[in-house]
C-alpha cells in the first residue's frame, strides 16, 4: 500500500519516532523511505554548511534504517519547509507523509505545528502524524 514513504525530519528529538514509526510501515508495506531535510539559508555558504550537515544527520538515520532492513534514501531541499515537504511528496509521487507532531493540548484540543498543519491542509498525500515517543 505504501511504497513511497516520505518522512521530512525536523532535526531534533521527535525524529527518532517518526523515523521508527515510518521504517516499520515500509517494512511491513515492502516500502522505501525517503527522509527530507528542507533547510532554509541566507547566504550561499550558509547553504552549503547546512547541506552538508543535513547529509550527514540524514546518514545517520539512514544507516540504522538499514540495520533493520528497511530500504531509504537522503533528499534536501532548500526553501520554507511546508512548500518544500509538498513539493517533494510530489516530486516523489509519495502515497504517504510521516511527520512529527508536537502534540501540545490546551482544553482538551490538539494543535500541531504550523508546518505540520500547512503540509497536512495542502498535501495530495495522505499525512501520518506522530506524536513524540508514541
Given at each position: 500500500?505504501?511504497?513511497?514513504?516520505?518522512?521530512?525530519?525536523?532535526?531534533?528529538?521527535?525524529?527518532?519516532?517518526?523515523?521508527?514509526?515510518?521504517?516499520?510501515?515500509?517494512?511491513?508495506?515492502?516500502?522505501?523511505v525517503t527522509l527530507l531535510r528542507v533547510i532554509h539559508a541566507h547566504s550561499r555558504d550558509e547553504a552549503t554548511?547546512?547541506?552538508?550537515?543535513?547529509?550527514?544527520?540524514?546518514?545517520?538515520?539512514?544507516?540504522?534504517?538499514?540495520?533493520?532492513?528497511v530500504s531509504a534514501e537522503p533528499m534536501v531541499a532548500t526553501g520554507e519547509p511546508a512548500p518544500g515537504i509538498?513539493?517533494?511528496?510530489?516530486?516523489?509521487?509519495?502515497?504517504?507523509?510521516?511527520?512529527?507532531?508536537?502534540?501540545?493540548?490546551?482544553?482538551?484540543?490538539?494543535?500541531?505545528?504550523?508546518?505540520?498543519?500547512?503540509?497536512?491542509?495542502?498535501?495530495?498525500?495522505?499525512?501520518?502524524?506522530?506524536?513524540?515517543?508514541?
Amino acid at each position: 500500500m505504501y511504497k513511497r514513504i516520505l518522512v521530512p525530519l525536523k532535526g531534533d528529538e521527535t525524529d527518532e519516532s517518526v523515523v521508527a514509526h515510518a521504517g516499520e510501515l515500509a517494512r511491513v508495506c515492502g516500502g522505501r523511505v525517503t527522509l527530507l531535510r528542507v533547510i532554509h539559508a541566507h547566504s550561499r555558504d550558509e547553504a552549503t554548511l547546512l547541506q552538508e550537515r543535513a547529509r550527514a544527520y540524514l546518514g545517520e538515520k539512514i544507516d540504522r534504517l538499514a540495520e533493520d532492513g528497511v530500504s531509504a534514501e537522503p533528499m534536501v531541499a532548500t526553501g520554507e519547509p511546508a512548500p518544500g515537504i509538498t513539493a517533494a511528496a510530489v516530486q516523489l509521487g509519495a502515497d504517504l507523509i510521516v511527520m512529527a507532531t508536537h502534540g501540545h493540548t490546551e482544553m482538551r484540543h490538539v494543535f500541531v505545528g504550523s508546518v505540520t498543519e500547512d503540509v497536512v491542509r495542502s498535501a495530495t498525500a495522505p499525512v501520518l502524524l506522530v506524536r513524540p515517543g508514541g
